[in-house]
């Protein structure tokens, strides 16, 4: 059964904090992903990785770094956290390219 | 519970009848596509997906359309039931671009007892 787990459900952070939001899947994927989803805006991939130590800007990168040092875990760093970076963050992972994409629960993070 | 879209464009249906959401998708040359349902406060679960070589595919009470000629994909949910109220989003990919999904904006279901 295809299981992608997010280490908060609910976080609140303050502005200038340094926030991690990790993400683990038990698939044995290639792909991870980072996304937020905002009321109106939909689903935007912030950051994406094909495999160990490699990552690819998505379409809203900026202010926001990622770190996939082994292959089931792939992190969101949030260098120093904004208001605009209040969220529902998702994560994702697929086997390959062109596979289906699985999603965690989601991160709801607040920043003060 | 938290909503996920302001605005979104929203179905009532009774419980029973069948549900047909539309999607209308940008990229002629995409060739793989997904129906993902969105409970409040929950991540998007899939649904079904479909490639660009099919114009039909069905699973568990549910049924993908795609009119290629049109850029159009449909999700059909036969004896709509309350566990089926959510969001539905559809995303394209474009193996092109890799594994890059775009997403549709959704659209709320909301299923009458």
């Known amino acids: 059964d295809v299981k992608v787990t997010q280490s908060s459900r609910y976080l609140v952070k303050r502005t200038g904090e340094k926030v991690f939001l990790e993400c683990v899947q038990d698939m044995d994927h290639e792909n991870m992903f980072w996304y937020r989803q905002d009321p109106g805006l939909g689903l935007r991939l912030i950051y994406f990785s094909y495999d160990v130590k490699m990552k690819e800007k998505g379409d809203i990168p900026e202010g926001y770094s990622v770190s996939r040092e082994k292959k089931e875990r792939f992190s969101l760093i949030l260098e120093s956290a904004s208001t605009n970076q209040t969220s529902m963050y998702l994560c994702a992972s697929s086997l390959g390219q062109m596979d289906t994409q699985y999603f965690g629960p989601g991160t709801r993070l607040t920043v003060l | 519970g938290e909503s996920v879209g302001l605005h979104l464009p929203t179905l009532s249906v009774q419980e029973g009848d069948n549900s047909i959401i539309n999607c209308a998708y940008s990229n002629s040359a995409s060739d793989y596509f997904i129906w993902y349902k969105q409970e409040s406060g929950k991540g998007p679960q899939f649904i079904i997906d479909?490639?660009?070589?099919?114009d039909k595919r069905q699973g568990q009470r549910v049924t993908v359309l795609l009119n290629k000629t049109v850029k159009h994909l449909s999700l059909q949910i036969a004896a709509t039931q309350p566990g089926d109220s959510a969001v539905y989003f559809c995303?394209?990919?474009?193996?092109?671009?890799?594994?890059?999904?775009?997403f549709g904006g959704g659209t709320r279901v909301l299923v009458k007892p």
């Open positions: 479909i490639r660009s070589n099919m």
């Open positions: 995303a394209e990919n474009y193996k092109a671009a890799g594994n890059k999904l775009t």
